[in-house]
C-alpha cells in the first residue's frame, strides 16, 4: 500500500494536535478539525493551539478547520483523536462522511464504558468497515515532549500489515520512531490499562510515597494487565513492548501524566470534582477505564487488584491510604 497522500486529524486537544504536527513534519498533507472555530483560527493565523500546546509553534503546512467534513474530504487517511467515551458519538457524526476505503486510527487509550469494547472495536462497529482497515497508534508518547520535538518511539498497530507500514511512512520524523505490530488487542489493553496504573502511581506520589511503592505498582500493574490481555487473545510479549511497558513508565513517572496528576491530587485528600476540576477539562481516560476495565476484568475471570482499588477510590469512597493498605494486606503469594 502506498504513502497516504492526505491525511485528516479529527480532534485538536493535546495529543490530536501534536500527531498532527508529527505527520505534517513527516511531510503529509494533514487537515486537523478542531471543535471550536477559534482554535482552527488560531491554528491557521498564529499557528498555535495555546489553551493544550501553549509555546509550540504548529508547522506552516498543517492546516485546521472546524468543518469535519472539509477535514476528511478525499483523506486516505483519518485519524480519531477525541477521548474513549465520547468516540462513538463522534463517530456516528462522522460516518457519513468517511471516504470509502479510508484507513480510520485510533489515538485514544480506553475502554468504552456502556459495552466494554476496545476503541478498534467500537471503530469498525460505527464506521461499518472491515477490522483490517482499523489501526491503532499507542505508545510512550507524552504529547507535550513529541511536541517539544523529543525523540521518541511509539507503535502502529493494523490487522493489514500493508496499510500499518503505510502508516509508519506516514508518520516517520528524525524526533518520531513508529514500529508496526500486528497484535490491537494487546496494544490497546496495555493503553487503556496503563492509565489506571497511573492513577494508582499518583495517589502513591499524593501519599507520599517514593520509587519502591512506584516501581511495586508498576510491575505488579504490568502483571495484572498482561493477565487481562492474554485472556482476551493478547500476545503476551506485547505488554514487555514500547505500547506495555513504555507507555507504563512513561506514564506513571511522568509529572506530565494527567492521570498520574489526577492520581496525585487525589492521594493529596482531593475530591473527584475538586481534581476533575483542576484538569481544565483535559481528559484523564483512567477515571471512567477503570471501571469498564475492572467489568472486563470480571467477565473473564481476571484478577486485578489494583485496578479494582483505583476504581474504588474514584466511585465508592474508598481513601487512598486504606487502599494501599489493602493491597499489602492481601492474602500472600507466590510472584
Ligand atoms: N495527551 C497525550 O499525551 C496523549 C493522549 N492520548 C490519548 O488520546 C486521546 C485524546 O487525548 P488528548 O488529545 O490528550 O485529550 P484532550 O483532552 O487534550 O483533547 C480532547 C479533544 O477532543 C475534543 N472532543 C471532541 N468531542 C469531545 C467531547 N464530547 N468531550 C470532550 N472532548 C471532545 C476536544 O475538543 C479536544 O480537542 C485520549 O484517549 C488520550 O488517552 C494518547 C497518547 C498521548
Ligand atoms: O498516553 C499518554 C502517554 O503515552 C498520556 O498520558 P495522560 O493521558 O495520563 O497524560
Known sequence: MARPERIAVLGAGSWGTTFA???????????????????????NGSRCNAGYLPGVRLPESLRATDDAA?????????VLAVPSQ??????????????????LVSLAKGVELSTL????????EVADVPMEQVAVV?????????????????VVACADHDRAIALQHACSTPYFRPYTNTDLIGIEIAGACKNVIALACGMAVGLGFGHNTMSS???RGLAETTRLGVALGADPMTFAGLAGLGDLVATCM?????????????????????????????VSEGVKSCSS????????GVEMPITDVVHRVCHEGLQPGPAAAELLGRERKPE
Open 217 to 219: 505498582l508498576i510491575t
Open 21 to 43: 504536527k508529527v505527520l505534517a513534519d513527516a511531510g503529509s498533507d494533514v487537515v486537523l478539525w478542531a471543535r471550536r472555530a477559534e482554535v482552527a483560527e488560531a491554528i
Open 117 to 124: 469494547k476496545r476503541m478498534s472495536e467500537v471503530i469498525g
Open 138 to 154: 499507542s505508545g510512550p508518547n507524552l504529547a507535550k515532549e513529541i511536541a517539544a520535538e523529543q525523540p521518541t518511539a511509539t
Open 254 to 282: 511522568s509529572p506530565l501524566s494527567r492521570n498520574r496528576t489526577f492520581g496525585e491530587r487525589l492521594g493529596r485528600g482531593e475530591t473527584l470534582a475538586q481534581a476533575q476540576e483542576a484538569a481544565h477539562g483535559q
Open 86 to 103: 465520547t468516540l462513538r458519538e463522534n463517530l456516528a457524526g462522522w460516518q457519513p462522511l468517511l471516504p470509502a476505503g479510508a484507513t
Open 293 to 300: 476495565i475492572r467489568q472486563l476484568a470480571a467477565r473473564h
Open 70 to 78: 472539509a477535514a476528511v474530504h478525499d483523506a486516505d487517511v483519518v
